[in-house]
Every structure is written in structure tokens, then in C-alpha cells.
T-cell receptor, first 114, second 115 residues
């Protein structure tokens, strides 16, 4: 299994500002993903973060709004830029070692934009 | 396009009851299916992973089955306890050359076990 530490656990931010969320894993992992969970909804993938290359974004998500870094095999950041109240969600980091392996999630970052 | 559906959306049972949560998916081309538990405002805890070639997996009071051809999975919880109260999420990992390893989630079943 993998232990994932996400920071911050929660934050309240002013609209128009940006927040960077950190995801630290206790072992090297191949795959790292960022998901969003809007209030009362299930999880939606924002992007796949691969080390040494640009992130791959899902339809409806763009790099200017959600820039991602993956500097090494244990760490990634997601930035939520120019925030609006609609960005209020739980953001979750997930990791995996391969297609046939278990996916693990961090505890999430609860973001409220006012 | 893969879609995952969970029924029921919510369930309330008395303590001690055995229960079944249902998950269906529209495309049988999957690597695996995973069941998670989510407590309010928290992240996801992995419960069981079933590979596409497997029929079931067991962990303690939990048993998950997979019928890939019919696009169905069930999570069986035996002798439910108040501590089992949470939202249970089903997710599939699609197969295919363009797949990045992402998971596609159902909407979840919110379970309440009453003492």
C-alpha cells in the first residue's frame, strides 16, 4: 500500500486567488492522478500527472486553470487558479503502480471559495 | 463511454443486518473494479480490488463479486455495524490503448447502520 499526505487538508480562499495543493507519497509511484469531488457528487478526474512530462487533462479541464507539477516519483502539486465559488470542492490525489494494481487516495483538500 | 451506476443511492438498516450494494457499468472492457469507502468530508479508503479475471474478493465481513460480462458487481456486508456507516463508491478502470489508468466512479451508496 501507499501512504499519501495531502496539504492543506482544508482552506477558505478569496475569489480570484490561487491555491496550490501538495501530494506527497511515501514510495515511488508510476501513476498519479488528481480528482475533484463537487458537493454531493462523485469523483471526476482532472488530470493524470506523469513524471517528466506534461500532465494529461480530461475534457473540461485546462492547464491554465489547473496547472500541475510532477517533479519526481513521490510528489505532485495541483494549483487551482483564479478561483471562483464554483471551485469549492474536495480535491483528491490518487496513486497507483500500474493498471492492475490498487489505487490509493489521499485524505483530500476541502476548498471553500468565498 | 463508460458509465458506472450504483443502486440504491441511500440505504438505512438496523445493526446486524446483512446487506448488498450494487454497481453496474456499461462497458465490460475493464482492467479491474475497486470498492471504496468514504466518510463525510474525507478521502477514500480502498476496500477491495477485483481484477477482470476474478469473480470475487473477500476481506473480513466484506465480499465483492464481479460479473464482467453482464457489467455488474456487488458488495456484500455481513453483520453490519454502526461503524460501517459511510458512502461506498464503486470505480472501474477501463481497458484500452488510450487508457491512462484513471478510474471512473459511480455516484455512491450512502449507508446508515442504526444501533
Amino acid at each position: 500500500s501507499a501512504v499519501i499526505s495531502q496539504k492543506p487538508s482544508r482552506d477558505i480562499c478569496q475569489r480570484g486567488t490561487s491555491l496550490t495543493i501538495q501530494c506527497q507519497v511515501d514510495s515511488q509511484v508510476t501513476m498519479m492522478f488528481w480528482y475533484r469531488q463537487q458537493p454531493g457528487q462523485s469523483l471526476t478526474l482532472i488530470a493524470t500527472a506523469n513524471q517528466g512530462s506534461e500532465a494529461t487533462y480530461e475534457s473540461g479541464f485546462v492547464i491554465d486553470k489547473f496547472p500541475i507539477s510532477r517533479p519526481n516519483l513521490t510528489f505532485s502539486t495541483l494549483t487551482v487558479s483564479n478561483m471562483s465559488p464554483e471551485d469549492s470542492s474536495i480535491y483528491l490525489c490518487s496513486v497507483g503502480q500500474g493498471m492492475n494494481t490498487e489505487a490509493f487516495f489521499g485524505q483530500g483538500t476541502r476548498l471553500t471559495v468565498v | 463511454k463508460q458509465e458506472v451506476t450504483q443502486i440504491p443511492a441511500a440505504l438505512s438498516v438496523p445493526e446486524g443486518e446483512n446487506l448488498v450494494l450494487n454497481c453496474s457499468f456499461t462497458d465490460s472492457a475493464i482492467y479491474n473494479l475497486q470498492w471504496f469507502r468514504q466518510d463525510p468530508g474525507k478521502g477514500l479508503t480502498s476496500l477491495l480490488l477485483i481484477q477482470s479475471s476474478q469473480r470475487e474478493q473477500t476481506s473480513g465481513r466484506l465480499n465483492a463479486s464481479l460479473d464482467k460480462s453482464s457489467g455488474r458487481s456487488t458488495l456484500y456486508i455481513a453483520a453490519s455495524q454502526p461503524g460501517d456507516s459511510a458512502t461506498y463508491l464503486c470505480a472501474v478502470r477501463p481497458d484500452g490503448s488510450s487508457n491512462t489508468g484513471k478510474l471512473i466512479f459511480g455516484q455512491g451508496t450512502t449507508l446508515q447502520v442504526k444501533p
